[in-house]
């Protein structure tokens, strides 16, 4: 093993006896949606170029930072729900750039 990675190893084993760690509130949530995602990913197998406006981008590339996905599958997710009939329309989402006037 690499000094560094036994470094690594002592500094994480110590943060977790110091009580530095806790437990994720929603675990299997968690699992269930980076399982989804990987799942998505693995299924993959066409390719497509779509032209959006720069503020869409960024809201899609904010809105998949919040959930801790590549905005790509996010995009890829919402066309998916949307083709089976399971996209639920919400209340509207202001971005930051909205409610800032």
């Known amino acids: 093993m690499k000094t560094e990675e036994k470094t690594y190893e002592k500094e994480v084993l110590t ?9 994720i509130a929603n ?3 968690d699992i269930d949606r980076y399982a989804s995602n990987a799942a998505a990913a693995l299924l993959k197998d066409k ?4 032209r959006l406006s720069s503020r869409d981008l ?11 996905m590549p905005y790509q599958t ?6 998916h729900k ?5 996209l639920v ?3 509207t989402h202001q971005s930051k750039r909205m409610l800032q006037g």
Not at 58 to 68: I, L, M
């Open 27 to 29: 675990l299997k949530n």
């Open 82 to 86: 949307y083709v089976n009939g399971r």
């Open 58 to 68: 960024e809201d899609v590339q904010t809105r998949a930072a919040e959930q801790g």
């Open 15 to 23: 943060s977790f006896e110091k009580g530095e760690w806790s437990p």
């Open 89 to 91: 329309e919400a209340p």
């Open 47 to 50: 390719r497509i170029n779509i």
């Open 74 to 79: 996010l995009i890829a997710s919402i066309l």
